[in-house]
């Protein structure tokens, strides 16, 4: 019985945000962190965090910054987005749906196969003029300065850098059976590869002068909910959710406003990556209940992630596509009159 | 397939032990057990004392608060004494040495009759406060009896609970700690080596980690020659060995613990020590193999040591314990200049959750351990004047902390506990002396003050034994208080229903 009540609250975890904490719900997370944790951080965790208040002088301005002209250049549509790891899944799903608004779309991928297939149904699509592909693995940081060099020759600058890279080795199974390689590939490509990501992206975008805006999507986990069977993978998606809390923390430090950091939430997205868990009872319920096909997701999503760039916020956000509210109403008419019940898995 | 042949390797290797691990449990037996690391003892009288040494050592740390488990205990030391003196006469012992024992069996009895009085004379605060406050009222006088009869009892079943498992779990415990050439790895692998375990260290280079064994194994020298002879049984046991140990590298992490199991034969706790942070700086500054070094050493590093420490735990007889190491960001709070490790040890925080679910059944427990702030280098690289000056107020050495927390991870059982040093009663401490701690560790041109390893340690001897207060607090009071706090609550009560009691009859 343990397995199961393990198994549910795991692919609960999906969505990421069935009870947002008060720091992360969208609005006030940058003016509220640091003097808000200041004393409970002192309390528990260790003072890194605490110090930060008085450590100001000792930032330095980035010397590549340049905010004057980001008022100057207005960030107006088409925007030129860039996906990584946006070959399959909801990478894809995304790309396409950006290009459909009428936005340029740079995809790339590890598998330069992969991305010219992509390419090539993109563009049979949409038009050959608004895609861009190249291969990028995340995890090596001089195929990432590439990945930056090629947009910029062939799109001059970026407004929007989706990280949507990562893995889970496809694998579900308790850590003490899982392999090296999958253990490896799992926190470098989700971990790493982010960070290196995230600080290209930064480098890119303090450097351009409309600015930008960076997403980092998160998973199951990021929550803090545990994810017993994919611990390894839970524990780099929690980190993703840091990490873009402590980049928005040292941008306001640094006095950027034009570069934003986000965070994106697509919740349970019906790709090979939360498919390959579903041999467990609970999981095969709740991937019927809760999760949605990658284009349903990025239909939502996209129109979401344009707005910010066209309202000129600065305000970094977490955008939902599974929320609380939304996940317990599916539940309870799946409960109540069992509606989506074998939806995508046959359940027994 | 590599997995496939360590579970081979490893059952084989617990075989030969089978025999010693019911006898330990019994605790009394120890001495017949024939363990291949323990050099041959010199004399025969020695085995029964360490037996002795083990079991009066924990009662101390037992701190048994009421009556019931003093009476417990000193009916214990009297059947204890009475067996030791039949084996003082089977073994014929020399006299001194008999009254020496029991020298030290009185005063251990009366500690405990000390610690006894401190207890009651504390309840007795609160009961006589209750007292005043009802006002005579017989209905509220009941009230508080039934509350601190109810604590006292409480008290004194978490109390024998505690002093029979200490008693049943007493021993040498094999550890494992990764990282532990410098800083606070090595300061937790010091301690306990000091307690009596024996110790496997780790690090990437193979001469620090010689350097390292050479230099626990001089402290060790000197804690025995230094420690009265009843810890001197208990170091008897204590032994440190090393290996070189990449913790990103799988068949590294393999290796150290196939050597664990080759040389101590089995694994009680593990700790993942490793980590490393590479200044403070935005993330703009950090290089390709800054964060590469980061991510992989403080989770990849992590991960796959959990997992090999698991492997080998679950095919122990024993349970095993793993630790792994809390730091800045492990809460959730964003940890700007530190982003990459910070959201590291919060992806660490995420993992011991996870693996707490999935270990439930197992006899593996997974732990996480708070240093708090350490005065290492980890810290110290790369932070300003400014943070020195915080430091002062909440830093402490290395060696403060790994005392604390060295008792506490000793004697952890289940899974998913964790073990702070920076806790609240000590985060109260630093704050209200904060003005006193302000040149403690660092002055105002953020020159250290304080002394290197090697002097410390010279101190440090000396100090071991010295009473601290918040340790005291900590260790001591835990099951003191339950019947303390039950009692505020009842003092609390009434004072509420007094001012409320009060206020009707004016209205």
């Not at chain 2, 069996?105 to 504390?122: C, D, E, P, Q, W």
């Not at chain 2, 990103?248 to 664990?260: E, T």
Request: glycine share 8%.
């Amino acid at each position: 019985m343990a397995i199961t009540a393990t198994a549910t609250s795991s692919l609960f975890n999906f969505n990421c945000s069935l009870s947002p904490p008060p720091s992360l719900s969208c609005r006030p997370i940058l003016s509220s962190l640091p003097h808000h944790h200041l004393r409970l951080s002192l309390a528990r965790k260790f003072g890194f965090s605490t110090t930060l208040p008085c450590e100001k002088p000792f930032i330095s301005k980035p010397s590549v910054c340049s905010s004057s002209p980001g008022q100057s250049q207005p960030m107006v549509p088409p925007y030129n987005i860039l996906i990584t790891g946006s070959t399959k899944g909801i990478g894809y799903a995304l790309a396409k749906e950006f290009l459909k608004a009428g936005d340029n779309v740079l995809i790339c991928s590890r598998s330069a196969e992969r991305v010219e297939s992509a390419l090539q149904t993109l563009r049979t699509e949409c038009g050959v003029q608004h895609v861009w592909g190249t291969k990028c693995d995340v995890r090596d940081g001089n195929d990432v300065k590439n990945l930056v060099k090629y947009a910029q020759e062939n799109l001059q600058y970026i407004d929007i850098w989706i990280n949507n890279a990562g893995s889970n080795a496809y694998s579900y199974k308790p850590l003490a059976e899982a392999s090296d390689e999958d253990l490896i590939e799992v926190v470098t490509t989700n971990t790493l590869g982010l960070m290196i990501c995230c600080r290209e992206a930064m480098k890119m975008m303090l450097n351009q002068g409309r600015g930008g805006h960076i997403f980092n999507i998160d998973g199951a986990g990021s929550d803090g909910r545990p994810t017993p069977r994919f611990a390894a993978y839970g524990a780099t998606k929690r980190s993703v959710v840091h990490l873009t809390k402590s980049l928005q923390a040292e941008l306001r430090m640094q006095e950027v406003s034009n570069v934003v950091v986000h965070n994106l939430s697509p919740g349970m997205v019906t790709t090979d990556l939360l498919m390959s868990g579903a041999n467990t009872k609970q999981a095969k319920f709740f991937i019927n209940v809760l999760a949605e096909p990658a284009d349903e997701v990025a239909k939502y999503l996209v129109p979401n992630i344009r707005s910010i760039p066209m309202s000129g916020s600065t305000r970094p956000t977490y955008i939902r596509f599974l929320t609380g509210l939304k996940a317990y109403s599916q539940i309870f008419t799946r409960l109540a009159f069992g509606a989506r019940r074998n939806r995508y898995l046959v359940e027994e | 397939m590599a997995t496939v042949a360590k579970f081979h390797i490893v059952p084989a290797n617990f075989h030969h032990r089978t025999t010693q691990s019911p006898l330990s449990q019994l605790g009394f037996c120890r001495s017949s057990v024939s363990w291949d690391s323990i050099p041959p003892f010199p004399r025969r009288r020695v085995f029964v004392q360490p037996c002795k040494s083990f079991r009066t050592e924990d009662r101390k740390n037992g701190s048994a608060k009421d009556n019931k488990s003093t009476k417990k205990i000193a009916n214990s030391d009297k059947n204890l004494r009475k067996n030791l003196l039949g084996a003082i006469k089977s073994f014929i012992f020399s006299k001194d040495n008999s009254v020496e024992k029991l020298e030290e069996n009185l005063s251990k009895i009366a500690l405990h009759f000390g610690r006894y009085i401190v207890t009651m004379m504390s309840t007795g605060v609160i009961l006589l406060i209750g007292f005043n406050l009802s006002g005579g009222d017989g209905q509220m006088n009941d009230l508080i009896w039934y509350s601190w009869v109810g604590g006292i009892i409480i008290g004194t079943m978490i109390g024998s609970n505690m002093v029979l498992d200490e008693v049943s779990r007493a021993g040498p415990r094999n550890v494992v700690i990764t990282g532990s050439t410098r800083g606070l790895g090595k300061a937790l692998a010091r301690e306990f080596l000091l307690s009596g375990d024996r110790v496997v260290i780790a690090s990437r280079s193979k001469e620090s980690v010689d350097m390292t064994i050479k230099e626990l194994e001089e402290n060790l020298q000197e804690g025995v020659a230094s420690a009265a002879s009843s810890c001197r049984k208990k170091l008897a046991n204590a032994k440190v060995v090393g290996t070189s140990c990449d913790v990103c590298d799988p068949n590294d992490v393999r290796n150290l613990a196939n050597f664990a199991v080759n040389e101590l034969g089995s694994i009680d706790i593990w700790i993942n020590n490793a980590g490393t942070n590479k200044g403070f700086r935005p993330l703009l500054e950090f290089t390709d193999q800054d964060i590469q070094q980061i991510v992989s050493t403080n989770l990849v590093g992590s991960i796959l040591c959990t997992r090999e420490a698991m492997h080998v735990m679950s095919n122990q007889h024993k349970a095993g314990h793993i630790f792994n190491m809390d730091g800045a960001g492990s809460g959730g709070s964003s940890t700007p200049l530190t982003a990459v490790y910070g959201s590291t040890k919060c992806g660490l925080r995420q993992l011991q959750s996870s693996l707490f679910k999935e270990s439930k059944k197992s006899k593996v427990g997974v732990h996480t351990a708070s240093p708090g702030m350490v005065l290492t280098d980890l810290l110290l690289s790369g932070s300003t004047i400014q943070n020195k000056q915080m430091f002062n107020i909440i830093c402490e050495l290395p060696e403060t902390v790994a005392r604390t927390l060295v008792p506490r991870m000793r004697v952890v059982k289940g899974s998913g506990k964790a073990i702070n040093y920076l806790t609240p009663p000590r985060i109260l401490l630093a704050l209200v002396t904060a003005w006193v701690r302000r040149g403690r560790w660092f002055d105002d041109k953020g020159r250290a003050l304080y002394a290197a390893e090697a002097d410390r340690l010279r101190n440090w001897a000396e100090s071991r034994t010295r009473f601290s207060f918040t340790d005291a607090m900590e260790m001591y009071t835990e099951n003191t208080w339950v019947s303390v706090f039950s009692l505020s609550i009842v003092c609390a009560f009434i004072i509420l229903s007094s001012t409320t009691g009060n206020a009707a009859p004016g209205t």
